[in-house]
């Protein structure tokens, strides 16, 4: 499975970005999958993630509110919503794929993208 993430760039505070992620490779629709992200100097940390056929999704706790995690099988194609982001927020986005459909959606992803920059300047 091959994941390509796009949608990334500068943007000011309070502002809105929708990060892309286009899969293939493999069978999209049977994966769960997941946004992570790591800023400098920080360890990689889990965003949202959201089972194969969307009924099941998560949010980390410092975006739940703000970011929406949606897919689109037919496309082939994972996304992130984010709104009102914050300095904090600035990272490289990552999204990552797993054939196992049980358990929390914030671990245990096979497969990963290249990332793409975000950055929120204050």
């Known amino acids: 499975v091959q994941l390509v993430e796009s949608g990334g760039g500068l943007v000011q505070a309070g502002d809105s970005l929708r990060l892309s992620c286009s899969g293939s490779?493999?069978?999209?629709?049977?994966?769960?999958m997941g946004w992570f992200r790591q800023a400098v100097g920080k360890d990689r940390e889990f965003v949202a993630g959201?089972?194969?056929?969307?009924?099941?999704?998560l949010y980390a706790d410092p975006v739940k509110g703000r970011f929406t995690i949606s897919r689109d099988n037919y496309k082939n194609t994972l996304y992130l919503q984010m709104n009102s982001l914050e300095p904090e927020d600035t990272a490289v986005y990552y999204c990552?794929?797993?054939?196992?459909?049980?358990?929390?959606?914030?671990?245990?992803?096979?497969?990963w993208g290249q990332g793409t920059q975000v950055t929120v300047s204050s």
């Open positions: 990552a794929a797993r054939a196992l459909e049980l358990g929390n959606l914030d671990s245990g992803y096979d497969y």
């Open positions: 490779g493999g069978i999209f629709s049977h994966y769960a």
């Open positions: 959201m089972n194969s056929n969307g009924n099941r999704r």
